[in-house]
């Protein structure tokens, strides 16, 4: 038996199969193709209808589906909010995709949740009962374990961290970020940088080589590596943010660990030790002592992994 984890994503369509162990048997990436409401419904429907009907697998059919979205899985109803794909607001995958999947139990969750039970599962978090996958990319979120349970609270918007409150006073730019993800996501990276240069006007590093409007956090990360000032600055601010945000997931939920992950978390595994000291200054002073913080093992795939998690939870309670 097979199990299929799916893991959408703002601009492009993961997939793998996988047997019970865990191990990918197949993976598939699509681009999204700046498609958006029902086009982006139709892609994955279309996709599972071929790898299920599929003979690629032979005694190994797929048992059972996994589905890791970028926002709000309501598990109440089966929509889906994802903010990254225009149209989605409430959009109603799960009554889709069981369409053609009548016999295949189909599990739909945050990439957020997603993420942390793929370390569970293959990763970092292996044997761990509370855990919390820090996940740093475009935005910030946090999947989090307590007692071997999924955190996901009374209307499935739990570890939406990117709106945590970590300095004052509040600007009306937090609005639509947050706090936290305004400073330190990797737009909040680009953006931070992009508000220095344009005050700056005696600087004349590496940074001034492109359009202001047009940096990102890649180009601060090369920036960095040359030892750029405002690249330098930046990553100060941000380390500061991400200790601060860790100093407190551990005074509230004191986990075992702590899984860095994202596309930041890459070339910001270099900061681990300065997050580390930072979080030291404002945490619990004992469970700080107590908790270990460490990168992700999956990297990118930690959601698809833990959709196909899902897909193997779905199956052993449909038995």
């Not at 909010?81 to 995958?93: M, R």
């Not at 007692?147 to 509040?170: C, T």
């Not at 930690?302 to 038995?319: C, E, N, P, S």
Request: glycine residues 12%.
């Amino acid at each position: 038996m097979s199990l299929l984890g799916i893991d959408l994503g703002g601009t492009k369509l993961a997939m793998a199969v996988f047997n019970l162990e865990g191990i990918v048997i197949d993976r598939q990436y699509i681009s999204l193709d700046g498609r958006k409401g029902r086009e982006v419904g139709t892609l994955i429907t279309n996709n599972i209808e071929a790898l299920t009907e599929s003979d690629q697998f032979g005694n190994d059919p797929i048992r059972s589906i996994g589905i890791s979205v970028p926002g709000i899985s309501r598990s109440k109803t089966g929509t889906v909010w994802a903010p990254n794909i225009p149209g989605w607001d409430d959009y109603p995958l799960l009554s889709e995709v069981q369409v053609g999947t009548e016999n295949i139990p189909v599990t739909i969750d945050s990439d957020r949740a997603c993420s942390i039970l793929g370390e569970v599962w293959q990763g970092k978090a292996k044997g761990c009962k509370d855990a919390i996958f820090l996940a740093v990319g475009t935005g910030i979120g946090a999947g989090i374990i307590t007692n071997g349970i999924v955190l996901r609270g009374a209307h499935d918007i739990s570890g939406a961290i990117g709106w945590m409150a970590l300095s004052k006073p509040f600007v009306d730019d937090y609005t639509n970020y947050g706090c936290f993800e305004y400073h330190a996501s990797g737009n909040g990276i680009a953006r931070i940088a992009q508000k220095i240069l344009h005050e700056e006007k005696s600087y004349s590093g590496s940074l001034r080589g492109k359009a202001i409007d047009e940096i990102t956090s890649h180009d601060l990360f090369s920036a960095y590596e040359m030892y750029d000032p405002i690249a330098t600055q930046v990553f100060q601010v941000c380390i500061e943010y991400w200790g601060m945000a860790i100093a407190n997931l551990v005074s509230i939920f004191n986990p075992e660990k702590i899984i860095l992950g994202g596309g930041v978390f890459g070339p910001a595994i270099q900061f681990i030790p300065s997050i580390k000291a930072e979080a030291l200054k404002w945490a619990q002073p004992i469970s700080i002592h107590q908790v270990s913080i460490e990168a992700s093992a999956l990297g990118s795939d930690a959601a698809v992994y833990g959709a196909g998690h899902l897909a193997k939870q779905a199956m052993q309670t449909k038995d």
